[in-house]
């Protein structure tokens, strides 16, 4: 009979290679759909990953991503530096567990009171779904009368949800951005939720 332990173990590097097995077969799945190509608006992709999180999104066209500490993800536009730009798109995972919420409308509730500490007029609402690379339609909120313009859409996962920021500086910056926020959401492809720190993908 196995030792419990060792059984543990064994289960561990068992999952720990599927996990790795799912993550190759995605990246090359990835890199057959997220590439430059003439009929498409998507360049390079990554899979970001987290405790209980991995997921496939990819860079617009004219647009570089770079990591933060405070988002899996961020994008701006190529013509912009980072500090100086008056847009962003950011990607970050919320785990349920963690905040205490079960689904999309108590995280935005949350988002907003938290925001309002700094901007008391900001008001949000829901204004149209997006759809996402398996072709899920996922809510898509507004938030403004604060500092920023901003869109935020929320994918739904058993355990955490992916938040998708855009935020602007000016109605301009906004409306010019819009497209290659559809673009990001549209190329978001969840991949499993069986993660943990010692299985992150780098």
Same mark, same amino acid.
């Given at each position: 009979?196995?030792?419990?332990?060792?059984?543990?173990?064994?289960?561990?590097?068992?999952?720990?290679?599927?996990?790795?097995?799912?993550?190759?077969?995605?990246?090359?799945?990835?890199? %057959? &759909?997220?590439?430059?190509?003439?009929? @498409?608006? &998507?360049?390079?992709?990554?899979?970001? !990953?987290?405790? *209980?999180?991995?997921?496939?999104?990819?860079?617009?066209?004219?647009?570089?991503?770079?990591?933060?500490?405070? /988002?899996? /993800?961020?994008?701006?536009?190529?013509?912009?530096? =980072?500090?100086?730009?008056?847009?962003?798109?950011?990607? +970050? !995972?919320?785990?349920? !567990?963690?905040?205490?919420? &079960?689904?999309?409308?108590?995280?935005?509730?949350? *988002?907003?009171?938290?925001?309002?500490?700094?901007?008391?007029?900001?008001? %949000?609402?829901?204004?149209?779904?997006?759809?996402?690379?398996?072709?899920?339609?996922?809510?898509?909120? %507004?938030?403004?009368?604060?500092?920023?313009?901003?869109?935020?859409? =929320?994918?739904?996962?058993?355990?955490?949800?992916?938040?998708?920021?855009?935020?602007?500086?000016? +109605?301009? /910056? =906004? *409306? *010019?951005? =819009?497209? /290659?926020?559809? @673009?990001?959401?549209?190329?978001?492809?969840?991949?499993?939720?069986?993660? %943990? @720190?010692? &299985?992150?993908? @780098?």
């Amino acid at each position: 009979m196995v030792h419990l332990l060792e059984q543990d173990s064994a289960m561990q590097i068992i999952n720990k290679y599927n996990f790795l097995i799912i993550i190759g077969l995605c990246f090359f799945n990835l890199l %057959s &759909t997220a590439t430059v190509h003439a009929d @498409d608006n &998507t360049q390079d992709g990554a899979i970001l !990953s987290g405790k *209980d999180y991995a997921y496939i999104v990819a860079t617009p066209d004219g647009w570089k991503m770079i990591s933060v500490t405070f /988002a899996d /993800a961020v994008f701006h536009p190529i013509v912009f530096p =980072y500090k100086t730009t008056p847009v962003i798109i950011y990607v +970050r !995972s919320a785990t349920k !567990s963690e905040l205490g919420i &079960t689904n999309i409308e108590q995280l935005n509730a949350l *988002d907003l009171a938290e925001m309002k500490k700094k901007s008391p007029k900001l008001i %949000s609402k829901k204004i149209g779904y997006l759809k996402t690379k398996d072709e899920s339609e996922i809510p898509v909120y %507004s938030f403004e009368g604060g500092k920023f313009i901003e869109a935020v859409a =929320y994918a739904n996962q058993e355990k955490t949800i992916t938040v998708f920021v855009l935020s602007a500086e000016t +109605r301009k /910056a =906004y *409306d *010019d951005s =819009y497209k /290659a926020f559809v @673009d990001i959401v549209g190329s978001y492809f969840f991949i499993t939720d069986i993660v %943990s @720190d010692d &299985t992150k993908a @780098d």
